[in-house]
């Protein structure tokens, strides 16, 4: 997967009121426009910002990003950015500029959604109950159930939403609108209180106190895993995400990928939420068997729920077969791609035993794991 980021910042801000446009007014130490640029740098290889061609004077300071101007309309200005991208990218992640607080899960689970679906936008359900109105009293109530708040970025394969912005005739709400009327299915994935559109004057308030609140909660919370699987008689084992052909197996309830249960106990530690056996209790019979990516990919969810972000981790196996140095950089691979994180995030490493103990008699191999966990916001 080739990834860019296409961010619309061409519209006047007419609901923000007087002033500079709004993607190009303060927020914190930075302008909206720049945090919105931000969450992106290390998600896709190739930004392009759509701008407004009186706005040309303020994109002189934004590197490394290719500047198209933009239209009189939002999609028009998405269509544009559209013909801007490098012929290699295989797909595109449409964010509003005025969204300057996305925060990083939510582009990672889009991005993830996009490995098996050609559409995935992030959007909150619909919780308060909803009104129908005239004159500015409560003519009756509308169902909520199914309701959801559309965010932004909207992700999709390139060659389906160029061509479902081609075939569109009309004004839309949003790329979701453009991609659905061309028949492209398009999954849901978690949105963000906090990737609110900045709309209205008071908006730039509440964006400010998220970025403050964000301050004040940095935290940084380091958790360790240990596990140990014993052999047994098999043709291959599971490591890190990678299936090695080996001449034994490792035992257990679930795939017994000793790696990634380490991994995964060290982020439930770091959490302080227990651990894999706590959440996936070997007595219960739907686990058996399981593949541990189940296990991995909930304790990063759980993570993120808590405000967490992975910032990175550390894993060791501690055997003298199967030789781990050749299939280090597919766990890496795997490990960062289960997490929805930057691979440089992950190492995996091995060591022997120098023949002490089980591990050095090989009857089993023992993983230990470390992960550091961020919260918090960059200002
Ligand atoms: N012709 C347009 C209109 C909107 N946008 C961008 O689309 C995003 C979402 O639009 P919205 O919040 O409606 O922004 P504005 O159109 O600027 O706001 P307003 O309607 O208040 O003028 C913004 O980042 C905006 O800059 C754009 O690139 N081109
Ligand atoms: C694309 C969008 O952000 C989805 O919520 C939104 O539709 C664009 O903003 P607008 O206020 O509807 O113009």
Redesign the pocket.
């Known amino acids: 997967m080739k990834v860019a980021a296409l961010i619309v910042a061409a ?1 006047r801000g007419t ?1 923000a009121g007087e002033g500079l446009p709004k993607q190009w007014r303060p927020l914190g130490t930075k302008r909206v426009i720049d945090h919105a640029i931000a969450a992106f740098r290390d998600k896709a290889c190739q930004i392009v910002v759509v701008h407004h061609p009186d706005d040309a004077e303020f994109c002189c300071d934004l590197d490394d990003v290719v500047l198209v101007h933009g239209c009189s309309t ?1 999609s028009a200005s998405v269509r544009a950015g559209l013909d801007a991208l490098a012929p290699d990218i295989t797909h595109v992640l ?1 964010h ?1 500029a ?2 300057a607080l996305c925060p990083p899960h939510v582009i990672d689970d889009v991005i993830h959604a996009l490995e098996s679906h050609d559409g995935a936008a992030p959007g909150l359900a619909v919780t308060d109950a909803l009104w129908t109105t005239s004159d500015g009293h409560v003519s009756g109530t509308a169902k909520r159930d199914g309701l959801f ?4 970025p ?1 992700g999709f394969a390139l060659p389906a939403i160029t061509a479902a912005h081609a075939a569109f005739d009309g004004e839309a ?4 609108e453009v991609a659905r009327a061309a028949g492209i299915e398009v999954a849901i994935t978690k949105g963000a209180e906090e990737n609110f ?1 900045i ?1 209205h004057a008071d908006d730039f308030t509440r964006a400010t106190a998220h970025l403050q609140r964000g301050k004040d909660a940095m935290k940084i919370r380091i958790g360790n895993g240990y596990d140990v699987h014993r052999f047994g008689p098999g043709d291959h084992l599971w490591l890190c995400g990678v299936k090695i052909p080996f001449g034994r197996t490792l035992q257990g309830h679930s795939d017994a990928d000793v790696g990634m249960h380490a991994l995964s106990d060290a982020i439930y530690g770091a959490l302080a939420m227990g651990d894999i056996g706590q959440h996936f209790p070997p007595s219960d019979p739907q686990w058996k068997g399981a593949q541990s990516h189940i296990f991995l990919r909930h304790a990063i969810e759980l993570a993120r729920d808590n405000g967490y972000s992975l910032a990175n981790c550390d894993v060791t196996l501690v055997c003298e077969q199967p030789k781990i140095g050749p299939h280090a950089a597919a766990m890496r691979q795997a490990l960062a791609d289960i997490m929805g994180v930057d691979v440089a995030d992950v190492s995996v490493k091995a060591t022997t035993s120098e023949k002490l103990g089980f591990t050095g008699r090989e009857e089993g191999i023992a993983a230990l794991a470390t992960a550091a966990l961020v919260g918090g916001q960059d200002g």
Do not use: F, N, P, S
């Not at 709400?173 to 979701?176: E, G, P």
């Open positions: 519209g609901r939002r449409i509003d005025a969204r708040r559309a965010q932004t909207q709400a949003d790329d979701v559109k709309t």
